[in-house]
């Protein structure tokens, strides 16, 4: 493993000079080099997108290059040496930047990783189908082959973005196709034929670093000519009985590798006559790739490995359910669906991890409000939903309460009606003020600011959670103003009781805007109230 690392990212005024430079960089055994070219610049650009790395007006090429080695010193050199080497009048390189420290790093490898976020969230119907992403090409070539694949997609009026591993000659081409396009899936027959072609013309393969699989199967055939029937020989001697992935690799017949791709048309969609029907659900659901970054960060998913239980499943069940091959007599969001969305539980991860900005908890509180809508709220989730209405009754009797819920027969009951397992340890309820402990503990003197507790901090936790953030704001020199604020609604919303939350949200906003009118801002202390 090694100790430390370094970047250098190099600016070039043409693809060719960036690849003239490959052949000396590689003298220098970089751990990666990477390629981007002028249509990934540009679609930076164009985006909100914030790589941290300003572009000069005539940059058309980019190569990222990293070094690794056991001392700070080793790879220092490197990468001053080679910037030495490419860098400067006459020579390939027009400019560089270099990751040294840390934070210098983390700015350049921003740029790389820029692609991903920027293609997934380009606006419909416009999406990057990756069809032709794994060819690789003699580097010496490189050049040549990104210019006839341009060359081929200006004929269809596509634009490309194309990256990749510059070391190697492979890149990864994204054409950014019109999905609603009726002759799309004759279009990426008639540009997957060309560019196979022109991989063949440089001496290049099919796949770079992934499989044949279903995507490239049609093409190994005349791709290799004469070896393929030695494939067809391999396959028979160990899989006589052709039950090992049939169709893949050899033997694909007359199936064509559109057939085997989830293609979503914004227009194959039907009128559900719900809230379901709203642009912003189309626009969510359009832009899930189906890539699977979701099972890395999802919490359900990582605690029970449950495919269901992934936000990837309930946008294509999403998907499914809004599509026009619905059976229309079928309920929008039956209660089978609704076991599905239950999976969620808004930790809201998906809005910073998602690769495609895909917002799930947002598709989930409106899936569940036509659930209620059609089917209704049972009364043990309508209960649950209900945390203000909890949190006042059991103020008023809190010693009650909290020795009700630790005895054996409460804890049954309230596993048998409302699910909770009799084995969990229930919250303790306090009859605090948490505005008295405010004023106690004010400075008299200090700044003001609205304090938002949240039912824990108010009801749950007051002198943990409530008084310590008053505490920090004191010590910090502001007084904790707390109003008379009804509860936020955010276990209702996620039950979808979402015209339920609304007459207490809009109190609470009303509130809130009448005593911050004079400039005073608003700290929460629960992150979901907040």
């Not at 990104?146 to 973005?161: A, C, E, M, Q, W």
């Not at 060309?194 to 393969?205: A, N, R």
């Not at 991860?349 to 709220?377: F, W, Y």
Request: proline share 6%; with cysteine; net charge negative.
């Amino acid at each position: 493993q090694p100790k430390t690392a370094g970047m250098l990212l190099l600016m070039f005024n043409s693809v060719q000079a960036a690849c003239d430079a490959v052949p000396q960089i590689a003298a220098y055994d970089p751990s990666m080099l990477e390629i981007m070219e002028s249509t990934f610049i540009d679609l930076v650009r164009q985006s909100a997108f914030d790589v941290g790395v300003p572009f000069p007006m005539n940059l058309k090429s980019l190569l990222l290059v990293e070094f690794d080695g056991d001392t700070s010193e080793e790879v220092n050199e490197k990468i001053f040496e080679l910037e030495k080497l490419l860098v400067g009048p006459g020579r390939l390189a027009m400019g560089a930047r270099r990751g040294v420290q840390e934070d210098e790093r983390n700015r350049l490898e921003k740029v790389r990783k820029a692609a991903s976020p920027i293609l997934n969230r380009y606006p419909p119907p416009h999406r990057p189908v990756k069809f032709i992403e794994d060819t690789a090409v003699p580097v010496q070539h490189l050049p040549e082959y990104i210019r006839k694949l341009h060359r081929i997609f200006s004929k269809h009026d596509l634009h490309s973005v194309i990256y990749g591993h510059a070391g190697d000659g492979h890149i990864h081409v994204n054409p950014l196709m019109d999905m609603n396009d009726s002759r799309l899936h004759n279009t990426m027959e008639v540009i997957a034929d060309k560019t196979y072609e022109l991989v063949q013309e440089f001496g290049g393969t099919l796949s770079g670093e992934h499989g044949d699989g279903l995507l490239r199967s049609p093409f190994v055939r005349d791709f290799f000519g004469p070896v393929y029937p030695v494939f067809q020989e391999l396959k028979q001697v160990f899989d006589p009985e052709n039950i090992l992935n049939p169709g893949k690799i050899v033997n694909a017949g007359q199936r064509k590798f559109t057939d085997s791709m989830k293609l979503t048309r914004t227009d194959q969609v039907r009128e559900t006559e719900t809230i379901l029907d709203r642009p912003e659900v189309q626009e969510n659901l359009f832009v899930c790739s189906n890539c699977g970054a979701c099972r890395n960060y999802c919490p359900v998913f990582i605690a029970t490995s449950d495919e269901r239980t992934t936000p990837r499943s309930k946008a294509n069940l999403m998907m499914r359910i809004t599509g026009s091959e619905f059976p229309q007599e079928n309920d929008v969001v039956s209660l089978d669906h609704r076991h599905v969305f239950d999976f969620c539980i808004q930790c809201g991860t998906c809005l910073t991890e998602c690769p495609s900005g895909v917002d799930i908890p947002r598709l989930m509180h409106l899936a569940k409000q036509v659930s209620n809508d059609h089917n209704g709220l049972p009364l043990a989730e309508r209960m649950m939903s209900e945390t203000g209405m909890t949190v006042a009754a059991t103020k008023l009797l809190p010693r009650i309460s909290n020795r009700l819920m630790d005895t054996n027969i409460v804890r049954t009951a309230l596993e048998w009606s409302l699910g909770l397992d009799s084995r969990r340890k229930l919250p303790h309820f306090h009859d605090v003020d948490l505005s008295s402990v405010s004023r106690d503990m004010s400075l008299l003197s200090g700044d003001q600011v609205v304090y938002f507790p949240g039912c824990t901090a108010e009801s749950n936790d007051p002198w943990g959670e409530g008084a310590a953030t008053i505490a920090v704001l004191a010590h910090h020199g502001f007084d904790a103003f707390i109003p008379e604020t009804h509860c936020c609604g955010i276990a209702s919303i996620s039950q979808g009781m979402l015209e339920h939350v609304k007459p207490r949200a809009r109190r609470n906003v009303d509130l809130l805007n009448e005593v911050t009118s004079c400039g005073l801002r608003i700290i929460c202390s629960s992150p979901s109230c907040g």
